[in-house]
């Protein structure tokens, strides 16, 4: 099991509040698939009423949208959705916002229908100080602070929110604005004003440095939400500071059966790599930054019986330094030591080994 904040979870991976959580049935079939929680679609004082189309893939792994908040009255998820999940079993994040107005009128009535934790969500972020201090004063369930992505001095920010009793973060929202545009007729392709937000996995780089810029400032728990579509990247969330994994797009887009793919694959990976616990691996990217040498130089390593002689190195190096004949060669004059090459083998014939510091 997996403590959050008391709360026993059985897997640290927790739904984000999105399409897909749209009602307690919606919540029960993503906790069946083997999500630790789930997070509500935001309760506000009125439901949404969303522009149509408000969602569109934007790469295989990634979408746009312009979806507001739940479009059920907040009588609803009070009277009838959160008594269903708390019967059901699930552990359930009641997401609420996006104004200190609206999180005072309904934080407690959410407590009361049974939800376990309370996430805080505004569109403003500066709200998200005082919605903390009132929610904190008003119930006695935890408090999550979901936070959008570009703000700046995000870690500064996030221990003024420890300061005001948040009891953990999510790092963080969508990213945008953004949009796609329909080349046929010239029109975006969202609803609208046509323009939303980007989730998925285009966005995991940035998620990692925040989760990596607020590990630094803050003791309470993060939870790495933005990007996350498999095992690995998982891992990675963990590395940067997270201690449980948001996860939103990836079973949008390939069902709710990745969860568990994606549970399964990262305790294979912390397996593989000599992790006993998330705790263990939580952060360790913190001791290998800042202390990289400007110029470094590096040794590679090609293994033959690994290659599938796909050429992917040989095409993605700038600098026509590499190239595979009867055997890999490299030109090193020419090679940069870019590393681009080493990034896309499929199969890792093409590795690199310890890096060491470059002769001036």
């Not at 079993?89 to 200190?100: E, K, M, N």
């Not at 002689?309 to 330094?321: D, I, N, T």
């Not at 590499?322 to 083998?345: A, H, I, P, Q």
Request: glycine share 8%.
């Amino acid at each position: 099991m997996y403590n959050l904040l008391g709360v026993q979870l059985k897997s640290p991976i927790i739904i984000g509040s999105g399409p897909l959580s749209y009602s307690a049935e919606g919540m029960r079939i993503l906790s069946d698939a083997g999500a630790g929680a789930v997070v509500t679609k935001t309760i506000r004082k009125e439901r949404a009423i969303n522009p149509a189309p408000h969602m569109v893939r934007s790469t295989n792994n990634s979408l746009i949208n312009n979806e507001k908040w739940t479009d059920f009255e907040p009588e609803r998820w009070i009277n009838e959705e959160l008594p269903k999940l708390k019967k059901m079993g699930v552990i359930t994040i009641a997401s609420v916002g996006h104004t200190l107005e609206e999180s005072s009128e309904l934080v407690e009535k959410v407590e009361k229908a049974g939800a376990d934790i309370i996430e805080l969500v505004s569109y403003d972020y500066t709200d998200l100080i005082p919605m903390v201090k009132d929610t904190k004063n008003r119930v006695n369930i935890p408090v999550i602070a979901k936070l959008p992505p570009m703000i700046e001095n995000i870690g500064d920010f996030c221990k003024e929110l420890e300061e005001a009793g948040v009891d953990a973060i999510t790092a963080c929202d969508s990213v945008g604005p953004a949009f796609r545009i329909d080349i046929e007729t010239g029109r975006p392709l969202l609803g609208g004003n046509g323009l939303g937000w980007l989730t998925g996995e285009v966005i995991k780089p940035i998620t990692l440095h925040k989760i990596y810029e607020i590990r630094k400032k803050v003791k309470v728990p993060i939870i790495g939400l933005g990007g996350c579509m498999s095992g690995a990247d998982a891992i990675e969330m963990v590395m940067a500071g997270a201690n449980f994994i948001g996860v939103c797009t990836a079973p949008i887009l390939r069902g709710e059966s990745v969860i568990g793919k994606i549970f399964n694959d990262f305790k294979a990976y912390l397996e593989r790599l000599g992790y006993n616990s998330i705790e263990e691996a939580c952060g360790v990217v913190h001791q290998h930054m800042g202390d990289v040498n400007e110029r470094i130089k590096f040794e590679f390593m090609y293994n033959e019986e690994k290659c599938t002689r796909c050429s992917l190195c040989v095409k993605v190096c700038a600098y026509k330094a590499r190239t595979l004949n009867e055997t890999m060669e490299l030109d090193e004059e020419e090679c940069r030591y870019c590393g681009l090459c080493v990034s896309v083998c499929p199969t890792k014939a093409l590795e690199v080994s310890e890096l060491q510091k470059a002769n001036n």
